[in-house]
Protein backbone atom coordinates (compact mmCIF):
# COMPACT_ATOMS: atom_id res chain seq x y z
CA UNK A 1 0.00 0.00 0.00
CA UNK A 2 1.09 3.45 -0.69
CA UNK A 3 1.99 6.53 1.68
CA UNK A 4 -1.27 8.08 2.93
CA UNK A 5 -1.48 11.33 2.19
CA UNK A 6 -2.90 14.47 3.92
CA UNK A 7 -3.00 17.94 2.32
CA UNK A 8 -3.60 21.64 3.56
CA UNK A 9 -3.30 24.37 1.11
CA UNK A 10 -1.65 26.64 2.44
CA UNK A 11 1.29 26.80 6.07
CA UNK A 12 0.22 29.26 8.52
CA UNK A 13 1.14 32.94 7.98
CA UNK A 14 4.46 33.40 9.78
CA UNK A 15 5.68 29.66 9.94
CA UNK A 16 9.44 29.22 9.09
CA UNK A 17 8.33 28.25 5.66
CA UNK A 18 4.91 29.96 4.71
CA UNK A 19 2.98 29.15 1.59
CA UNK A 20 4.58 25.67 1.43
CA UNK A 21 1.52 23.15 2.18
CA UNK A 22 1.93 20.27 5.22
CA UNK A 23 1.75 16.66 3.93
CA UNK A 24 2.09 13.63 5.88
CA UNK A 25 3.06 10.14 5.12
CA UNK A 26 1.51 7.87 7.36
CA UNK A 27 4.49 5.44 6.76
CA UNK A 28 7.41 7.93 6.31
CA UNK A 29 9.90 6.72 8.85
CA UNK A 30 10.04 10.14 10.44
CA UNK A 31 5.85 10.78 11.21
CA UNK A 32 3.72 9.47 13.84
CA UNK A 33 0.55 7.85 12.59
CA UNK A 34 -0.93 11.04 14.21
CA UNK A 35 0.08 14.23 11.96
CA UNK A 36 -0.56 16.44 15.35
CA UNK A 37 2.75 14.66 16.58
CA UNK A 38 5.63 17.37 16.03
CA UNK A 39 8.38 15.90 14.38
CA UNK A 40 11.83 14.55 16.54
CA UNK A 41 14.50 12.81 15.14
CA UNK A 42 16.12 10.04 17.04
CA UNK A 43 19.75 11.17 16.36
CA UNK A 44 21.53 14.31 14.73
CA UNK A 45 24.61 12.88 13.53
CA UNK A 46 27.58 15.72 12.43
CA UNK A 47 30.64 16.18 10.22
CA UNK A 48 33.47 18.12 12.10
CA UNK A 49 35.15 20.37 9.50
CA UNK A 50 33.10 22.89 8.03
CA UNK A 51 30.24 22.27 9.82
CA UNK A 52 30.79 22.90 13.32
CA UNK A 53 34.26 24.34 13.30
CA UNK A 54 35.89 26.68 11.61
CA UNK A 55 38.83 24.47 10.36
CA UNK A 56 38.58 23.77 6.15
CA UNK A 57 40.42 26.63 5.88
CA UNK A 58 43.10 25.16 8.05
CA UNK A 59 43.32 22.21 5.97
CA UNK A 60 43.57 23.79 2.99
CA UNK A 61 45.96 25.74 4.02
CA UNK A 62 47.92 22.83 5.10
CA UNK A 63 47.62 20.70 2.55
CA UNK A 64 48.82 23.62 -0.07
CA UNK A 65 51.49 23.56 2.13
CA UNK A 66 52.40 20.18 1.72
CA UNK A 67 51.17 19.84 -2.39
CA UNK A 68 53.03 22.76 -3.59
CA UNK A 69 56.42 22.25 -2.23
CA UNK A 70 56.59 18.76 -3.29
CA UNK A 71 55.13 19.16 -7.16
CA UNK A 72 57.61 22.02 -7.31
CA UNK A 73 60.82 19.58 -6.28
CA UNK A 74 59.17 16.74 -8.01
CA UNK A 75 58.74 18.58 -11.30
CA UNK A 76 62.88 20.19 -11.23
CA UNK A 77 63.34 16.66 -10.91
CA UNK A 78 61.62 14.43 -13.57
CA UNK A 79 61.64 17.95 -15.72
CA UNK A 80 57.96 18.29 -15.87
CA UNK A 81 55.49 21.23 -14.64
CA UNK A 82 52.67 20.35 -12.43
CA UNK A 83 49.98 22.87 -11.45
CA UNK A 84 49.46 23.58 -8.15
CA UNK A 85 47.45 23.14 -5.46
CA UNK A 86 44.63 25.06 -5.09
CA UNK A 87 41.97 25.46 -2.63
CA UNK A 88 39.04 26.14 -5.72
CA UNK A 89 38.96 23.79 -7.21
CA UNK A 90 41.20 21.14 -5.63
CA UNK A 91 40.56 21.11 -1.96
CA UNK A 92 36.76 20.52 -2.67
CA UNK A 93 37.33 17.66 -5.75
CA UNK A 94 39.96 15.85 -3.89
CA UNK A 95 40.84 15.72 -0.32
CA UNK A 96 37.34 17.50 1.13
CA UNK A 97 35.72 15.17 4.00
CA UNK A 98 37.69 12.15 3.29
CA UNK A 99 40.50 10.46 5.33
CA UNK A 100 43.93 12.21 5.34
CA UNK A 101 45.51 9.21 3.02
CA UNK A 102 42.97 8.60 0.73
CA UNK A 103 42.88 12.60 -0.15
CA UNK A 104 46.63 12.57 -0.50
CA UNK A 105 46.48 10.07 -2.94
CA UNK A 106 43.43 11.11 -4.85
CA UNK A 107 44.74 15.10 -5.48
CA UNK A 108 48.09 13.12 -6.45
CA UNK A 109 46.22 10.69 -9.10
CA UNK A 110 44.42 13.93 -10.74
CA UNK A 111 48.00 14.88 -11.57
CA UNK A 112 48.64 11.82 -13.35
CA UNK A 113 51.08 10.91 -10.17
CA UNK A 114 50.80 7.43 -8.42
CA UNK A 115 53.45 6.86 -5.21
CA UNK A 116 53.43 4.00 -3.13
CA UNK A 117 51.25 3.94 -0.47
CA UNK A 118 54.03 2.99 2.44
CA UNK A 119 53.14 3.03 5.66
CA UNK A 120 51.13 4.87 8.37
CA UNK A 121 54.51 4.88 10.39
CA UNK A 122 56.58 6.07 7.67
CA UNK A 123 58.38 9.69 8.22
CA UNK A 124 56.41 13.08 7.84
CA UNK A 125 57.24 13.83 4.15
CA UNK A 126 58.57 10.49 2.83
CA UNK A 127 57.74 10.06 -0.59
CA UNK A 128 54.64 7.62 -0.19
CA UNK A 129 51.09 8.69 0.54
CA UNK A 130 51.58 7.94 4.05
CA UNK A 131 54.76 9.42 4.22
CA UNK A 132 53.10 13.02 2.86
CA UNK A 133 49.79 12.30 4.70
CA UNK A 134 52.18 12.72 7.99
CA UNK A 135 53.59 15.63 6.69
CA UNK A 136 50.02 17.26 6.24
CA UNK A 137 49.27 16.15 9.59
CA UNK A 138 52.39 18.03 11.06
CA UNK A 139 51.53 21.34 9.10
CA UNK A 140 47.80 21.20 10.01
CA UNK A 141 49.06 20.86 14.09
CA UNK A 142 51.21 23.90 12.97
CA UNK A 143 49.04 26.12 11.86
CA UNK A 144 46.16 25.21 14.32
CA UNK A 145 47.92 26.05 17.07
CA UNK A 146 49.05 28.97 15.63
CA UNK A 147 45.24 30.43 14.56
CA UNK A 148 43.19 28.18 17.27
CA UNK A 149 39.94 26.73 16.50
CA UNK A 150 37.09 28.85 16.05
CA UNK A 151 33.39 27.23 15.80
CA UNK A 152 29.86 28.17 13.87
CA UNK A 153 27.98 29.48 16.33
CA UNK A 154 24.71 28.52 14.40
CA UNK A 155 25.90 25.20 14.78
CA UNK A 156 26.68 25.39 18.21
CA UNK A 157 23.57 26.77 19.46
CA UNK A 158 21.02 24.17 17.06
CA UNK A 159 23.30 21.31 19.30
CA UNK A 160 22.49 22.84 22.19
CA UNK A 161 18.74 22.69 21.11
CA UNK A 162 19.10 19.18 19.96
CA UNK A 163 19.69 18.25 23.60
CA UNK A 164 17.61 20.31 25.29
CA UNK A 165 14.68 18.91 23.14
CA UNK A 166 16.36 14.83 24.21
CA UNK A 167 18.00 14.79 20.56
CA UNK A 168 20.75 12.49 20.87
CA UNK A 169 24.01 14.07 18.82
CA UNK A 170 26.87 13.04 17.30
CA UNK A 171 30.08 13.89 15.67
CA UNK A 172 31.47 12.25 12.84
CA UNK A 173 34.78 12.70 11.21
CA UNK A 174 37.37 11.47 8.70
CA UNK A 175 39.71 13.89 10.86
CA UNK A 176 42.57 11.82 13.87
CA UNK A 177 42.44 15.50 15.06
CA UNK A 178 38.37 15.63 15.92
CA UNK A 179 38.84 15.00 19.70
CA UNK A 180 41.66 17.30 20.14
CA UNK A 181 39.86 20.45 17.85
CA UNK A 182 36.49 19.81 20.02
CA UNK A 183 38.94 19.81 23.18
CA UNK A 184 40.19 23.05 22.15
CA UNK A 185 36.95 24.58 21.16
CA UNK A 186 35.73 23.73 24.28
CA UNK A 187 32.51 22.01 23.16
CA UNK A 188 33.72 18.17 23.63
CA UNK A 189 30.97 17.84 26.20
CA UNK A 190 28.01 18.88 23.12
CA UNK A 191 28.67 15.33 21.51
CA UNK A 192 27.46 12.51 23.26
CA UNK A 193 29.77 10.11 20.74
CA UNK A 194 32.47 10.71 18.18
CA UNK A 195 33.64 8.55 15.67
CA UNK A 196 36.65 9.66 13.85
CA UNK A 197 39.93 8.45 12.17
CA UNK A 198 41.43 7.15 15.07
CA UNK A 199 38.01 5.82 15.97
CA UNK A 200 37.67 4.19 12.69
CA UNK A 201 41.49 3.19 12.67
CA UNK A 202 40.79 0.89 15.75
CA UNK A 203 37.55 -0.46 14.01
CA UNK A 204 38.81 -0.79 10.88
CA UNK A 205 35.77 1.19 9.44
CA UNK A 206 35.71 2.40 6.14
CA UNK A 207 36.24 6.17 5.75
CA UNK A 208 33.42 8.68 3.81
CA UNK A 209 31.82 8.19 0.64
CA UNK A 210 30.99 4.79 2.67
CA UNK A 211 28.33 5.13 5.87
CA UNK A 212 30.44 3.42 8.41
CA UNK A 213 31.87 6.38 10.69
CA UNK A 214 27.96 7.64 10.10
CA UNK A 215 26.31 4.25 11.28
CA UNK A 216 28.73 3.68 14.13
CA UNK A 217 27.61 6.92 15.45
CA UNK A 218 24.38 5.90 15.31
CA UNK A 219 25.09 2.70 16.93
CA UNK A 220 26.87 4.47 19.99
CA UNK A 221 23.44 6.66 20.22
CA UNK A 222 21.25 3.44 19.74
CA UNK A 223 19.45 5.29 17.07
CA UNK A 224 18.27 4.23 14.26
CA UNK A 225 19.35 5.98 10.70
CA UNK A 226 16.46 5.77 9.25
CA UNK A 227 15.07 8.43 12.05
CA UNK A 228 18.08 10.20 12.33
CA UNK A 229 19.98 13.33 10.14
CA UNK A 230 23.45 13.93 8.88
CA UNK A 231 24.37 17.05 8.42
CA UNK A 232 27.66 17.89 6.09
CA UNK A 233 29.51 20.48 4.06
CA UNK A 234 31.42 17.59 1.62
CA UNK A 235 30.16 15.90 -0.91
CA UNK A 236 31.99 12.61 0.04
CA UNK A 237 29.82 13.44 3.35
CA UNK A 238 26.55 13.68 1.57
CA UNK A 239 27.45 10.77 -0.27
CA UNK A 240 28.18 8.32 3.05
CA UNK A 241 24.74 9.85 4.30
CA UNK A 242 22.82 8.82 1.23
CA UNK A 243 24.59 5.20 1.35
CA UNK A 244 23.43 5.07 5.07
CA UNK A 245 19.99 5.56 3.75
CA UNK A 246 19.48 8.24 6.66
CA UNK A 247 16.37 9.68 6.89
CA UNK A 248 17.64 13.06 5.59
CA UNK A 249 20.68 14.69 4.75
CA UNK A 250 21.63 18.17 5.22
CA UNK A 251 23.85 19.97 3.47
CA UNK A 252 25.98 22.92 4.14
CA UNK A 253 27.30 24.78 1.64
CA UNK A 254 29.84 27.14 2.70
CA UNK A 255 31.52 26.87 -0.81
CA UNK A 256 29.53 27.79 -3.92
CA UNK A 257 28.65 24.17 -4.32
CA UNK A 258 24.94 23.43 -3.59
CA UNK A 259 24.37 22.04 -6.79
CA UNK A 260 26.86 19.96 -6.46
CA UNK A 261 25.72 18.73 -2.92
CA UNK A 262 22.03 18.39 -4.31
CA UNK A 263 23.28 16.57 -7.37
CA UNK A 264 25.43 13.78 -4.61
CA UNK A 265 22.27 13.61 -2.58
CA UNK A 266 21.75 16.14 0.07
CA UNK A 267 17.67 16.15 0.59
CA UNK A 268 18.41 19.78 1.80
CA UNK A 269 20.79 22.73 1.31
CA UNK A 270 21.45 25.43 3.24
CA UNK A 271 24.14 28.27 3.30
CA UNK A 272 23.80 28.03 7.28
CA UNK A 273 22.69 26.34 9.53
CA UNK A 274 21.37 29.85 11.24
CA UNK A 275 19.01 29.68 7.90
CA UNK A 276 17.31 26.87 9.49
CA UNK A 277 15.45 28.89 12.54
CA UNK A 278 16.17 26.85 15.21
CA UNK A 279 14.70 23.93 16.56
CA UNK A 280 10.86 24.87 15.36
CA UNK A 281 12.58 25.68 12.04
CA UNK A 282 14.43 22.13 12.07
CA UNK A 283 11.85 20.11 12.45
CA UNK A 284 9.31 22.24 10.09
CA UNK A 285 12.14 21.42 7.26
CA UNK A 286 11.91 18.17 8.13
CA UNK A 287 8.00 18.48 7.82
CA UNK A 288 8.29 19.70 4.53
CA UNK A 289 10.79 16.62 3.38
CA UNK A 290 8.12 14.06 4.64
CA UNK A 291 5.81 15.85 2.24
CA UNK A 292 8.45 14.31 -0.79
Known sequence: MGPWIFFLENAKEGCSFPGIGYFCFYNHPFMSPSCSKKFDPEAVIFDLDGVITRTARVHSQAWEQLFNPYLEQRGKRLGKTYRPFRHDPDYLNYVDGK?????????????????????????????????????????????????????????????????????????????????????AAGIEKLFQTRVDGEVSAELNLKGKPEPDIFLKACENLGADPGKSIVVEDAVSGIQAGKKGKFGLVIGIARENNREELRRNGADVVVGDMSEIGGMEGFRELIRRHASG
Open 99 to 183: PRYEGVDSFLRSRDIVIPWGFPGDPPGMETVCGLGNRKNELFRSVLQKEGVETFSSTIDLVRELLENGVATGVASSSKNCREILQ
